[in-house]
């Protein structure tokens, strides 16, 4: 159950919740390009604040072979998201996390981690990246992409992040999580849906009353 609620929640990397103001790429001299990186982060964060689109986590082996993938539709609003993947549903309204396993019939409860380094809440790992991360630009891609990369500055079971974020749109496009191993896990995002309607984003037991609830708070 924790292996997968782990899997489930990497997915809501979404939520970048801070205060930026738009900003613009320039690449004309040397000495921007920690500047840079943080333009396409804030550029980001603005853009994906809410959004519904596909997410796509494939496995890397050490030698770059794929172990797998797994798909999700994920919806994000303001700091809330909705994730629905294999049969199951990860909700959050900020606080509170419900992991609904229908097959099973069953939702875990859970609170929402406040570890700002915590992989189960990317949004905040992201948020704070300044405080925990040192962040490089590395270059642009032929189809507009900027390459941004977060290194951490404390010890983690990864020694960098990888993100692609389309520089005209703020689209993020992909986060590559790069082990020291050599293995990686990788997350493609695609179909971006941008300012949705508001919708729901926790679970309703009287609406379910075959689900049973384990409060794991």
Same mark, same amino acid.
């Given at each position: ?13 979404? +939520? ?34 809410n959004v519904s689109c596909t997410v796509t986590r494939t496995l ?12 999700? *539709?994920?919806?994000? #609003? ?10 199951? *549903? @990860? @909700?959050?309204d900020g606080t509170t996390v419900w992991h609904w396993n229908k ?63 389309? *520089? ?7 986060? *590559? ?13 695609? +179909? ?9 984003? #926790? ?15």
């Amino acid at each position: 159950m924790k292996k997968t609620l782990l899997i489930a929640a990497l997915f809501s990397i979404f +939520n970048f919740q801070f205060s930026i103001s738009q900003a613009q790429i320039t690449h004309a001299s040397q000495g921007r390009l920690d500047e840079n990186a943080t333009a396409a982060l804030q550029k980001a964060a603005k853009k994906m604040d809410n959004v519904s689109c596909t997410v796509t986590r494939t496995l890397l082996d050490p030698q770059k072979k794929p172990l797998g993938k797994q798909t999700a *539709e994920v919806r994000y #609003s303001h700091g809330k998201y909705r994730i629905a993947f294999g049969g199951q *549903e @990860l @909700l959050s309204d900020g606080t509170t996390v419900w992991h609904w396993n229908k097959s099973a019939k069953e939702v875990v409860v859970t609170s929402v981690s406040n570890d700002d380094m915590d992989l189960l809440n990317p949004a905040k790992l992201v948020a704070n990246y300044a405080k925990n991360f040192r962040a490089k630009y590395i270059r642009t891609e032929d189809n507009g992409a900027a390459v941004v990369d977060l290194q951490p500055k404390s010890s983690q079971s990864y020694h960098k992040l990888r993100l692609l974020i389309d *520089e005209a749109s703020g689209k993020l496009l992909r986060i *590559e999580m790069h082990k020291y191993d050599s293995s990686r896990e990788i997350y493609d995002f695609s +179909n971006h849906k941008f300012s949705l309607p508001g919708g729901s984003f #926790s679970f309703d037991p009287k609406a379910h009353p075959e689900v049973e609830v384990i409060d794991m708070r």
